[in-house]
């Protein structure tokens, strides 16, 4: 069964919460995350995994009357915002929670875990075999 | 009629010859993990040489000689790196340095494909492990159309296949056939691990998805190799025939957008009559064995359905029956659901849903369970109580087509109500 891993990340004073860190903290939790992909991978459950551009370009997307585009934000105000998400492989919902729980502790400022929310949904999938 | 390909025709070559070579290796040189890797390298090295320079005339004897060679090669590597790191090397690899000319012809023993079999399938595997070592070492599969068929990447299969490999190694099971009590046990898993192969292609044989179904078709594969093995186990030979009943049914099981059919609106014309003979027979020869197990039983489920020639001919007191042995066998409440959808069908829905109330503590949550309940009671006529169970099951299954299938009977169950409202 595969589950989409969507971290979703605090903002701070600019757009990364990260832009105030140390290079110390930073690298740690770079580093961190590397870790947990290459993790991910050696243990055979890694699909897919993509890190998301700065929020400040955010736009919200919908058609308008004539179909052309109508765009909204960016959203300054937001408190948090999708970060990155992994696809992972994996034999129980259990599984999926641990990895997340994981990625979640990723070390942010003088390597205090941040404890960042990771929402954990199910990817649809084929259906069964008929009875 | 075209003929089929060059690369076709090797690859199907290699996919036969690979259990066979492959046990050949590893019974030689002992080491499972390294010839698995070998003999992978030898296929990888036919499929870019043969369709070039032609087939060889001994190709067992080839990819044999050439695995073989791959295994020195790798050996003298090692033994040159320890040399490096430690000057005490002394083991030789002399055993290693005579491989047979590719005309020789090696000795095929049926039963190799039979103990990789119990090799791959090994219990202390996942099923996901087992599925992807299954392909590759009996399959003949490459590791990237292993990847390409369970929709992840090529680097994440060759990982789950080389800690599957190191979790047999771990484990002690050597080359070796298992014997008495265990080896029922251990070919049960086999039995296992091949239905869940085919279950991965046949589930997904729609849409974009379209190469999966060669999942089915590999799943069928090995089935017919473990029936030429084991001519006379009806389980084996239940599988098979099962397999082959259900996939019968694949092209009129789903729309032309992916989209499920239930097996009561299928257009029964596109089922493939020659498989359902095939599977026909072959159950009607396990059911003539005597002591019967769970594949023959469903595969017989299976052959009552494909027979009918229309929805309403099913012979469905006889479908009742065979779930009631079933019951009585395996304890699953999955069992006990799909009788309790028989018996509606023999005694009528009010009797399918009093079959349902004892499964809420056994099934409890499963979308299944909820969409068998909304069915009995659309045909029970309560509209209002169907809508529930059909709007719970599409927010619990896991399964896209499914949702939607549940979703549109629970809105047109809606529309017919609010319809009814505005004519009276």
Not at chain 1, 22 to 46: C, Y
Not at chain 2, 57 to 81: C, K, Q
Not at chain 2, 292 to 304: C, D, E, R, S, T
Not at chain 2, 402 to 419: F, I, S
């Amino acid at each position: 069964m595969k589950y989409m891993l969507m971290m979703h990340a605090p903002r701070g004073n600019g757009e990364y919460q990260v832009s105030d860190w140390s290079p110390d903290d930073l690298k740690a939790h770079i580093g961190f995350m590397h870790q947990l992909n290459h993790d991910l991978t050696a243990s055979g459950e890694w699909v897919d995994g993509q890190g998301l551009t700065a929020p400040g370009e955010a736009r919200l997307v919908r058609a308008g009357s004539d179909g052309a585009p109508v765009t909204d934000g960016p959203f300054p105000e937001a408190k948090e915002f999708l970060a990155g998400f992994w696809i992972v492989e994996v034999d129980s919902p259990e599984r999926a929670y641990e990895i997340a729980a994981k990625a979640s502790a990723a070390p942010g400022p003088g390597g205090a875990p941040l404890n960042m929310p990771i929402e954990v949904r199910q990817v649809g999938s084929a259906p069964p075999v008929d009875a | 009629m075209t003929a089929p390909s060059v690369e076709t025709a090797v690859g199907h070559l290699l996919r036969e010859l690979a259990p066979q070579v492959l046990g050949a290796v590893a019974r030689r040189h002992g080491d499972f993990d390294a010839a698995e890797d070998a003999v992978q390298e030898a296929l990888v090295a036919a499929a870019m040489q043969w369709p070039r320079d032609g087939i060889p005339t001994n190709p067992h004897g080839w990819l044999y000689h050439v695995a073989l060679r791959r295994i020195t090669d790798h050996l003298r590597s090692e033994m040159a790196r320890r040399r490096r790191e430690d000057a005490v090397a002394t083991q030789v690899w002399a055993e290693w340095a005579f491989v047979p000319p590719p005309e020789v012809d090696i000795g095929v023993e049926g039963d190799d494909t039979l103990v990789l079999l119990f090799m791959c399938c090994h219990p202390a595997l996942t099923p996901a492990s087992a599925i992807a070592l299954t392909l590759r070492a009996v399959g003949g599969l490459t590791t990237a159309e292993i990847a390409r068929a369970f929709l992840v990447p090529e680097a994440t299969m060759a990982q789950r296949i080389s800690r599957a490999k190191a979790t047999i190694k771990s484990s002690g099971t050597g080359f070796s056939m298992p014997d008495g009590a265990e080896r029922a046990e251990r070919l049960s898993a086999v039995l296992h691990v091949l239905y869940l192969i085919f279950n991965e292609g046949y589930a997904s044989s729609s849409g974009p998805q379209l190469q999966r179904t060669d999942l089915s078709n590999e799943a069928i594969r090995l089935a017919r190799t473990l029936h030429a093995l084991l001519p006379d186990d009806a389980e084996v030979t239940g599988l098979l025939a099962l397999m082959l009943l259900t996939d019968a049914r694949r092209a009129a099981r789903t729309g032309p957008a992916g989209e499920l059919i239930p097996l009561d609106e299928q257009d029964r014309t596109l089922w493939d009559r020659a498989l359902i003979a095939e599977g026909v027979e072959l159950v009607s020869d396990a059911l003539s064995r005597g002591s019967v197990g769970p594949y023959p039983l469903q595969a017989a489920i299976a052959a009552v359905h494909d027979e009918a020639a229309r929805a309403e001919d099913t012979d469905w007191p006889q479908i009742l029956a065979l779930y009631s042995v079933l019951e009585r066998m395996s304890d699953n409440p999955m069992v006990s659901l799909n009788r309790a959808i028989a018996a509606a069908m023999v005694e009528g829905p009010k009797a399918g849903l009093a079959l349902l109330e004892p499964l809420d503590a056994r099934l409890g949550g499963h979308y299944r369970l909820d969409a068998v309940r909304a069915h009995l009671h659309e045909r029970a006529g309560d509209a209002e109580r169907a809508i529930v169970h059909y709007r719970a099951a599409a927010e619990r299954t896991a399964s896209i087509p499914e949702r939607d299938y549940l979703t549109l009977k629970a809105a047109r169950l809606a529309a017919g109500r609010t319809q009814r409202i505005a004519d009276a």
